[in-house]
């Protein structure tokens, strides 16, 4: 529940820069929202965090951050299942067991890290550069950490990013106030990068779910659905309340109960 300021895990959602950074004074008040978490700030008796851990305080939030994470597709047999989640404070990328045991930084230097994906065997995360926030950036790596570089430069505040088949896809929340902001597709490695949506209010989180891509639109309260090159854009959620982090199950992981319908079997007269 990000309104009562748990960031969601299952949802791996993208975190937003704090008030302290520089940037959004006028959003201190969703700081809770956003998982920020360093020098302690009352804001009428909500939820905080220490050192990427959720923990409940009452009557206190704090100001820093931890980030988005994400959980890579099931690997090789017999290979371990890890989380990774970037700690947009201290810029670094943390790399643990699904149960958040074993955590070891594996990325360390990066500017306001947001967002993290992974598909196949790379990891993705999205740095939100220094003000003005112009100098944005999104890193690839190995599934460790190493060989990280980067792939695209000069985004307007990334803090979205998904994998999507052989693309990738994230979101930049341009700048103030936050009307202009932009959903980005490009290979996986960072080339023929290109905008396919525009104006859109402060998009944050975006996920692919076959083939459709979704993004949150953090100032307009809204959820968008699209094709994955951008076309035929639509709200198909609306009156949220500051939408952040969406995330898609696929159809194969439906809840157990509700199995998908089985074609009848054929009958002979």
């Known amino acids: 529940m990000r309104?009562?300021?748990?960031?969601?895990?299952?949802?791996c959602a993208p975190a937003r820069r704090a008030a302290g950074a520089g940037r959004r004074d006028w959003l201190a008040a969703t700081a809770l929202d956003r998982g920020i978490f360093s020098g302690?700030?009352?804001?009428?008796?909500?939820?905080?965090?220490?050192?990427?851990?959720?923990?409940?305080?009452?009557?206190?939030?704090t100001l820093g951050?931890?980030?988005?994470?994400?959980a890579p597709p099931p690997g090789p047999s017999g290979a371990a299942a890890r989380l990774y989640w970037a700690n947009f404070s201290s810029g670094t990328i943390v790399e643990a067991s699904l149960n958040g045991t074993h955590a070891k930084t594996i990325a360390n230097g990066?500017?306001?890290?947001?967002?993290?994906?992974?598909?196949?065997s790379h990891l993705y995360w999205a740095n939100g550069g220094t003000h003005p926030f112009r100098s944005g950036t999104i890193v690839e790596a190995s599934l460790n950490g190493t060989h990280a570089k980067t792939i695209a430069t000069g985004q307007h505040d990334p803090v979205g990013i998904a994998?999507?088949?052989?693309?990738?896809?994230?979101?930049?929340?341009?700048?103030?106030?936050?009307r202009s902001g932009t959903i980005v597709e490009a290979n996986l490695n960072g080339t023929r990068a290109k905008t396919i949506a525009r104006g859109q209010?402060?998009?944050?989180g975006v996920a692919v779910g076959?083939?459709?891509?979704?993004?949150?639109s953090f100032l307009a309260g809204t959820i968008v659905g699209a094709n994955l090159d951008g076309a035929h854009?639509?709200?198909i959620a609306k009156h949220q309340h500051a939408p952040d982090g969406l995330a898609v199950v696929p159809s194969a992981t439906a809840p157990a109960g509700r199995p998908p319908r089985q074609a009848r079997p054929a009958t002979t007269d």
């Open 3 to 11: 309104k009562a300021g748990v960031r969601s895990t299952a949802t």
């Open 40 to 61: 302690t700030r009352r804001f009428g008796g909500l939820l905080a965090s220490a050192h990427g851990r959720l923990v409940l305080l009452v009557g206190t939030v």
């Open 65 to 70: 951050y931890a980030t988005g994470c994400a």
């Open 110 to 120: 990066q500017h306001y890290p947001n967002a993290v994906a992974a598909g196949g």
């Open 163 to 178: 994998v999507g088949g052989s693309h990738l896809y994230w979101s930049n929340e341009g700048d103030r106030p936050f």
């Open 201 to 204: 209010h402060s998009p944050d």
């Open 210 to 216: 076959g083939s459709r891509l979704y993004w949150a």
């Open 233 to 235: 854009a639509k709200t």
